[in-house]
T-cell receptor, first 115, second 114 residues
Framework: DGGITQSPKYLFRKEGQNVTLSCEQN?????MYWYRQDPGQGLRLIYY???????QKGDIAEGYSVSREKKESFPLTVTSAQKNPTAFYLC??????????????FGQGTRLTVV | AQTVTQSQPEMSVQEAETVTLSCTYD???????LFWYKQPPSRQMILVIR??????QNATENRFSVNFQKAAKSFSLKISDSQLGDTAMYFC???????????FGQGTTLQVKP
């Protein structure tokens, strides 16, 4: 079955440690995205990528880094520079130039808690 | 830069009634799509409906329909015959076909009351 997979579902880290969240898709989508969601809040764009080996900063990129070495994978690293990393992180993928199916599909999310 | 604004943080509706959620957006682009997504307590994002900017006809999916006013940059969602399962957070979203940037509004929490 085609889909988008995030792992792990829950992640605990000590303050000051870098942590990497995984996102994999087998939908053959060109674009991939990372969002942060705080309790009762909307989705804020961290980074996005339209093609392999290229990505752009979103609205809240500070303290985060990404890579896009393969079309299927878009891992997000939360660095120690991120001041308040505890949040729910959502990954998505889409083909926004596909007139028949431009909508994004989402993973199940990763709940990151930094203690 | 594109923006998406949802001005209603919370709304409620009686079961079987109709409710409309508002959304406005700002962009200088011509090639884009608009979406409404639903996020129930499970936090899984579910596509409700989409609208192509190049189409004048408003999209409809069963009990869900939109009122797309391109000149006013308005994109509201109407839910008819509301059901308890419609209780969720609803997000309006915009994607540029040129840049691929996908952004969301702040969300509207909808409570359907029995």
């Amino acid at each position: 079955d085609g889909g988008i997979t995030q792992s792990p579902k829950y992640l605990f880290r000590k303050e000051g440690q870098n942590v990497t969240l995984s996102c994999e898709q087998n939908l053959n989508h060109d674009a991939m995205y990372w969002y942060r969601q705080d309790p009762g809040q909307g989705l804020r764009l961290i980074y996005y990528s339209q093609i392999v080996n290229d990505f752009q900063k979103g609205d809240i990129a500070e303290g985060y880094s990404v890579s896009r070495e393969k079309k299927e994978s878009f891992p997000l690293t939360v660095t120690s520079a991120q001041k308040n990393p505890t949040a729910f992180y959502l990954c998505a993928s889409s083909s926004p130039r596909d007139r028949d199916n431009p909508e994004a599909f989402f993973g199940q999310g990763t709940r990151l808690t930094v203690v | 830069a594109q923006t998406v604004t949802q001005s209603q943080p919370e709304m409620s509706v009686q079961e079987a009634e109709t409710v409309t959620l508002s959304c406005t957006y700002d962009t200088s682009e011509n090639n884009y799509y608009l979406f409404w997504y639903k996020q129930p307590p499970s936090r899984q994002m579910i596509l409700v409906i989409r609208q192509e900017a190049y189409k004048q006809q408003n999209a409809t999916e069963n009990r869900f329909s939109v009122n797309f006013q391109k000149a006013a940059k308005s994109f509201s969602l109407k839910i008819s015959d509301s059901q308890l399962g419609d209780t969720a957070m609803y997000f309006c979203a915009f994607v540029s076909s040129n840049t691929g940037k996908l952004i969301f509004g702040q969300g509207t929490t909808l409570q359907v009351k029995p």
